[in-house]
């Protein structure tokens, strides 16, 4: 058995490249997870960029699938998994026993996006081998008729955009406009259709998304290049505005416009990473009601957790959400730093590149 690894790996901000490391072990509680497929996502993009402050050649990525390779001695005990048995881990991995846990917040475990543990606080997945932590509450089952790539999917894309229309509020047969319809703009549409909307409003320049964002639920898409988002927004309500604004791009101008767009008494959900470190989220003060308005705005992560997980695939196989249009590109993991840096440029329109490992 070999004793290291390949892991594509932030060497500091803004340098990248592949190196060896030695496979990680189980704790008593933990799970190794050969890694079988994997995608990139933007946020990794950030955090190369410095959005979450230096890192020193720890391993990228967040979004992976594989077989189990190693399990730790409390969890054979529970007999609820075996070694080669197929495996998805959610991005956000919690230990659904610290305080912010307990009161309902899995995200935040131990501390501010502490459950967000990948690639942040500890090595990512984009590796031939990951580590998970408190394997029990984290591992989930790959159902036979799902594939690698379908499984992957509900690790970050459908949980966090399915979480900012849960954190909509938005009423059976309500309004909603989803600004960026980018891989998680677009399973934001996705999910709040599932939630029950009545009017979904995809806001978005880029040809490609604009025609995923109709296929994916949007009833109408305003090309903001074009004009102006919000008032189009405001004409398609009556002037009244939406039940519900879900920003996806993390840009300060367009939370504004989300909060410009939504309706008193509405919900303003934030999905996007705002990284710029010296960008402020700016409230504009009178469509906020001066304070006043009752406009809620909800921010978090998705909880993370096998029983997400678990409903996330059951929605693939039931026919509710097919993930697979967002995959634009093909890499082995050899390729991983093309594959990386085309997502940096999103060069020949790239949306999500999966990596497949041998």
Known sequence: MPATMKAFVMHAIGKVGVIDKPIPRAGPNDAIIRTTAALICTSDVHTLAGAIGPRTDMTLGHEAVGVIHELGEAVRAREMFKV??????????????????????????????????FANIKDGSMAEYFHVNDAVANLAPIPDDLTDEQAAYCCDM????????EHGNIPVGGSVAV???????????????????????????????????????CDVVIDFSKQDAVEAIMRLTGGKGVDTAIEALGSSKTFAACVKATRPGGTISNLGYHGGEDESVQIPRKEWGVGMGDKTIRTGLCPGGSERMVRLMRLITAGRVDPLALTTHRFRFAEI????????????????PLITFA
Request: glycine share 16%.
């Open 84 to 117: 080669g048995q197929r495996v998805a881990v959610n991005a956000i991995t919690p230990c659904f026993a610290c305080d912010n846990c307990q009161r309902g917040y899995s995200s935040q475990c131990g501390g501010m996006l502490g459950g967000w543990k």
């Open 158 to 165: 459908l949980s966090t955009g399915f979480m900012a229309a």
């Open 179 to 217: 600004f960026a319809q980018g891989p998680l703009g677009l399973m934001a549409t996705v999910g709040a259709r599932l939630q029950g909307a009545g009017l979904v409003i995809g806001v978005e320049s880029v040809p490609n998304r604009m025609a995923l964002a109709k296929k994916y639920g």
């Open 337 to 352: 730093e093309k594959a990386f840096g085309m997502m940096q440029t999103k060069e020949d329109g790239m949306l999500k």
